[in-house]
């Protein structure tokens, strides 16, 4: 049973993948922003865990081998798909989410084509985008939990409360001026990081199609 934990951890992110999209579907907002998150931030950390305990119990399956990449990419994907839903035509979030979506679709098909002919090993600066684009992805949902949370106490405690909260005229039982502080941080956080991000995956998806592609036998596929 403690050899099958890898497989149960990379099983759980493949049914995570979409339950950050469900979520919305089910729940209002921000409650479906925090699930989302939190849900998000277990998954990425059984991204590392798993290969972890496969290493050090030596459990390293050819299911774990399989589904480990495919459970992130899912993870990625349909996150990012839902956070294009939550922010709506914003070019900050359009053009690097495009960009990863492509290098992730486009990999997969090279990978694919040259299936038993070419090696592609994951590169160290592969597995370090992968790492950023989980963190700008969990930045993002928190940010839309705390964009969304501030409204909705401005929705429940009326203008004149709100503002006398920020002022300091009111107590602030709902933290709303740490809140109303951190939301921009979190935000610019979470855009910078996403960036960074697609630049990391077209920079090695570029150096993929230059490895793969430069090989003798690609030239005979």
């Given at each position: 049973?403690?050899?099958?934990?890898?497989?149960?951890?990379?099983?759980?992110?493949?049914?995570?993948?979409?339950?950050?999209?469900?979520?919305?579907?089910?729940?209002?907002?921000?409650?479906?922003?925090?699930?989302?998150?939190?849900?998000?931030?277990?998954?990425?950390?059984?991204?590392?865990?798993?290969?972890?305990?496969?290493?050090?119990?030596?459990?390293?399956?050819?299911?774990?081998?399989?589904?480990?990449?495919?459970?992130?990419?899912?993870?990625?994907?349909?996150?990012?798909?839902v956070l294009l839903m939550l922010t709506g035509p914003n070019p900050l979030m359009i053009v690097p989410a495009a960009a990863i979506m492509l290098r992730e679709v486009a990999v997969s098909g090279l990978r694919e084509f040259l299936a038993g002919r070419v090696e592609a090993p994951v590169?160290?600066?592969?597995?370090?985008?992968?790492?950023?684009?989980?963190?700008?992805?969990?930045?993002?949902?928190?940010?839309?939990?705390?964009?969304?949370?501030?409204?909705?106490?401005?929705?429940?405690?009326?203008?004149?409360?709100?503002?006398?909260?920020?002022?300091?005229?009111?107590?602030?039982?709902?933290?709303?001026?740490?809140?109303?502080?951190?939301?921009?941080?979190?935000?610019?956080?979470?855009?910078?990081?996403?960036?960074?991000?697609?630049?990391?995956?077209?920079?090695?998806?570029?150096?993929?199609?230059?490895?793969?592609?430069?090989?003798?036998?690609?030239?005979?596929?």
């Amino acid at each position: 049973m403690v050899h099958a934990l890898p497989n149960l951890l990379t099983s759980f992110r493949l049914v995570a993948a979409p339950g950050v999209a469900l979520v919305f579907a089910g729940l209002p907002r921000p409650t479906a922003d925090l699930i989302a998150f939190g849900l998000f931030v277990v998954a990425a950390v059984t991204d590392w865990a798993d290969g972890w305990l496969a290493r050090r119990l030596g459990a390293v399956s050819a299911y774990g081998r399989m589904m480990d990449p495919i459970a992130d990419k899912a993870m990625v994907m349909i996150a990012l798909a839902v956070l294009l839903m939550l922010t709506g035509p914003n070019p900050l979030m359009i053009v690097p989410a495009a960009a990863i979506m492509l290098r992730e679709v486009a990999v997969s098909g090279l990978r694919e084509f040259l299936a038993g002919r070419v090696e592609a090993p994951v590169t160290r600066l592969a597995k370090w985008k992968t790492t950023v684009q989980m963190m700008a992805i969990g930045a993002l949902l928190l940010a839309g939990w705390a964009t969304e949370r501030e409204a909705l106490l401005f929705h429940q405690l009326g203008p004149e409360a709100f503002f006398a909260i920020l002022e300091g005229a009111a107590p602030d039982p709902h933290w709303l001026g740490p809140l109303r502080a951190a939301t921009p941080v979190v935000v610019t956080s979470g855009f910078g990081l996403l960036w960074l991000a697609a630049a990391m995956t077209v920079w090695t998806g570029v150096g993929y199609f230059r490895r793969a592609l430069a090989h003798p036998a690609a030239k005979e596929a």
